[in-house]
Protein backbone atom coordinates (compact mmCIF):
# COMPACT_ATOMS: atom_id res chain seq x y z
CA UNK A 1 0.00 0.00 0.00
CA UNK A 2 2.89 2.74 0.85
CA UNK A 3 4.09 1.54 -2.94
CA UNK A 4 0.65 3.30 -4.50
CA UNK A 5 0.71 5.67 -1.69
CA UNK A 6 4.46 6.59 -3.17
CA UNK A 7 3.18 6.65 -6.68
CA UNK A 8 0.65 9.07 -6.27
CA UNK A 9 2.32 11.43 -4.55
CA UNK A 10 4.92 11.37 -7.50
CA UNK A 11 2.10 11.60 -10.38
CA UNK A 12 0.38 14.20 -8.14
CA UNK A 13 3.32 16.56 -7.41
CA UNK A 14 4.54 16.27 -10.95
CA UNK A 15 1.04 17.14 -12.26
CA UNK A 16 0.96 19.81 -10.13
CA UNK A 17 4.14 21.59 -10.84
CA UNK A 18 3.86 20.94 -14.53
CA UNK A 19 0.56 22.63 -14.78
CA UNK A 20 2.13 25.49 -12.64
CA UNK A 21 4.91 26.02 -14.94
CA UNK A 22 2.71 26.45 -18.04
CA UNK A 23 0.97 28.89 -16.28
CA UNK A 24 4.29 30.72 -15.18
CA UNK A 25 5.50 30.93 -18.89
CA UNK A 26 2.00 32.78 -19.69
CA UNK A 27 2.92 35.31 -17.06
CA UNK A 28 6.62 35.43 -17.70
CA UNK A 29 5.29 36.41 -21.35
CA UNK A 30 2.57 38.66 -20.50
CA UNK A 31 5.20 40.42 -18.36
CA UNK A 32 3.77 39.51 -15.45
CA UNK A 33 6.44 39.23 -12.67
CA UNK A 34 4.87 39.21 -9.45
CA UNK A 35 2.18 36.71 -10.59
CA UNK A 36 5.17 34.71 -12.47
CA UNK A 37 7.85 34.86 -9.49
CA UNK A 38 4.79 33.73 -6.38
CA UNK A 39 3.61 30.70 -9.01
CA UNK A 40 7.53 29.50 -9.74
CA UNK A 41 8.32 29.58 -6.15
CA UNK A 42 5.65 27.07 -5.75
CA UNK A 43 5.95 25.11 -8.71
CA UNK A 44 10.22 24.28 -7.81
CA UNK A 45 8.97 23.28 -4.27
CA UNK A 46 6.84 20.83 -5.71
CA UNK A 47 9.16 19.87 -8.13
CA UNK A 48 11.76 19.20 -6.13
CA UNK A 49 9.96 17.06 -3.16
CA UNK A 50 8.86 14.76 -6.21
CA UNK A 51 12.33 14.35 -8.06
CA UNK A 52 13.81 13.85 -4.68
CA UNK A 53 10.93 11.09 -3.97
CA UNK A 54 12.44 9.86 -7.13
CA UNK A 55 16.28 10.13 -7.02
CA UNK A 56 16.44 8.45 -3.87
CA UNK A 57 14.79 5.03 -5.00
CA UNK A 58 15.64 5.29 -8.63
CA UNK A 59 15.39 1.02 -8.63
CA UNK A 60 11.89 1.73 -8.49
CA UNK A 61 10.25 1.17 -11.83
CA UNK A 62 6.96 2.84 -10.81
CA UNK A 63 8.27 5.75 -9.43
CA UNK A 64 9.64 6.70 -12.90
CA UNK A 65 6.52 6.01 -14.29
CA UNK A 66 4.48 8.07 -11.92
CA UNK A 67 6.74 10.70 -12.71
CA UNK A 68 6.81 10.70 -16.19
CA UNK A 69 2.43 10.06 -15.79
CA UNK A 70 2.27 13.34 -13.78
CA UNK A 71 4.64 15.33 -16.01
CA UNK A 72 2.58 14.20 -19.14
CA UNK A 73 -0.87 14.92 -17.14
CA UNK A 74 0.52 18.49 -15.70
CA UNK A 75 1.17 19.72 -19.59
CA UNK A 76 -2.59 18.61 -20.62
CA UNK A 77 -4.02 20.24 -17.33
CA UNK A 78 -1.97 23.38 -17.72
CA UNK A 79 -2.96 23.94 -21.37
CA UNK A 80 -6.06 23.47 -20.28
CA UNK A 81 -6.39 25.72 -17.68
CA UNK A 82 -4.65 28.30 -19.74
CA UNK A 83 -6.85 28.02 -22.72
CA UNK A 84 -9.85 28.00 -20.22
CA UNK A 85 -8.56 31.81 -18.60
CA UNK A 86 -7.06 32.79 -21.90
CA UNK A 87 -5.60 35.89 -20.83
CA UNK A 88 -4.37 38.64 -23.23
CA UNK A 89 -4.60 40.41 -26.21
CA UNK A 90 -4.98 39.50 -30.01
CA UNK A 91 -5.41 41.42 -32.95
CA UNK A 92 -7.08 40.09 -36.05
CA UNK A 93 -6.89 41.51 -39.34
CA UNK A 94 -10.25 40.63 -41.14
CA UNK A 95 -10.27 40.88 -45.54
CA UNK A 96 -13.83 41.67 -46.37
CA UNK A 97 -15.72 42.63 -49.54
CA UNK A 98 -15.94 46.09 -49.90
CA UNK A 99 -19.84 46.53 -50.29
CA UNK A 100 -20.33 43.95 -47.17
CA UNK A 101 -18.80 45.56 -44.39
CA UNK A 102 -20.73 48.53 -43.09
CA UNK A 103 -23.37 46.00 -41.27
CA UNK A 104 -20.62 43.89 -39.95
CA UNK A 105 -18.79 46.77 -38.75
CA UNK A 106 -21.57 48.12 -36.66
CA UNK A 107 -22.34 45.30 -35.15
CA UNK A 108 -18.82 44.03 -34.09
CA UNK A 109 -18.91 47.78 -32.56
CA UNK A 110 -22.20 47.25 -31.18
CA UNK A 111 -20.65 44.27 -29.23
CA UNK A 112 -17.95 45.79 -27.99
CA UNK A 113 -15.42 45.04 -30.56
CA UNK A 114 -12.93 48.38 -31.47
CA UNK A 115 -12.62 48.40 -35.53
CA UNK A 116 -10.46 50.31 -37.71
CA UNK A 117 -11.04 49.77 -41.90
CA UNK A 118 -8.55 49.59 -44.12
CA UNK A 119 -8.60 50.01 -47.66
CA UNK A 120 -6.76 47.38 -49.52
CA UNK A 121 -6.62 45.37 -52.89
CA UNK A 122 -7.03 41.98 -53.25
CA UNK A 123 -6.92 39.60 -56.28
CA UNK A 124 -10.48 40.31 -56.44
CA UNK A 125 -10.81 43.56 -56.68
CA UNK A 126 -11.38 45.92 -53.95
CA UNK A 127 -11.20 45.09 -50.24
CA UNK A 128 -11.73 46.14 -46.85
CA UNK A 129 -9.52 44.83 -43.54
CA UNK A 130 -10.69 44.92 -40.41
CA UNK A 131 -8.38 45.60 -38.10
CA UNK A 132 -9.18 44.53 -34.35
CA UNK A 133 -7.86 43.97 -31.07
CA UNK A 134 -9.73 42.50 -28.51
CA UNK A 135 -9.40 40.18 -25.12
CA UNK A 136 -8.15 37.09 -26.18
CA UNK A 137 -10.98 35.31 -24.50
CA UNK A 138 -13.39 36.52 -27.13
CA UNK A 139 -11.84 35.18 -29.84
CA UNK A 140 -14.94 32.45 -29.88
CA UNK A 141 -17.32 35.43 -30.02
CA UNK A 142 -15.84 37.78 -32.87
CA UNK A 143 -15.40 34.84 -35.46
CA UNK A 144 -18.78 33.97 -34.95
CA UNK A 145 -19.87 37.54 -36.02
CA UNK A 146 -17.92 37.92 -38.28
CA UNK A 147 -19.04 34.31 -39.95
CA UNK A 148 -22.65 35.36 -39.74
CA UNK A 149 -21.99 38.74 -41.94
CA UNK A 150 -19.69 36.99 -44.35
CA UNK A 151 -18.73 33.05 -44.53
CA UNK A 152 -15.72 33.17 -47.16
CA UNK A 153 -14.03 35.93 -44.49
CA UNK A 154 -10.54 36.00 -44.33
CA UNK A 155 -9.15 36.24 -40.62
CA UNK A 156 -5.80 36.11 -39.18
CA UNK A 157 -5.22 36.71 -35.30
CA UNK A 158 -1.71 37.37 -33.89
CA UNK A 159 -0.94 37.73 -30.16
CA UNK A 160 0.02 41.51 -29.00
CA UNK A 161 1.12 43.69 -25.81
CA UNK A 162 -0.77 46.66 -26.84
CA UNK A 163 1.07 49.93 -25.55
CA UNK A 164 -1.30 53.27 -25.68
CA UNK A 165 -4.02 54.33 -27.28
CA UNK A 166 -6.97 52.52 -28.67
CA UNK A 167 -10.48 51.57 -28.10
CA UNK A 168 -10.99 48.80 -25.63
CA UNK A 169 -14.11 48.49 -24.22
CA UNK A 170 -14.97 48.57 -20.45
CA UNK A 171 -14.74 45.22 -18.30
CA UNK A 172 -17.76 43.48 -18.07
CA UNK A 173 -18.43 41.97 -14.67
CA UNK A 174 -20.83 39.12 -14.55
Avoid: W
Amino acid sequence: MSFITGYLFIFIARACDVTLATIRMLMVVQGRKIQAALIGFFEVSIYVMALGKVVSNLDNLGNVIAYALGFACGNYIGITIENRIALGKQAAQVVVKEDQNEDLVEHLRENGFGVTVINAEGREGHRKVLHIVFNRKDLDKLKKVIYDFEEKAFITVNNINPISGGYFSPKKRK
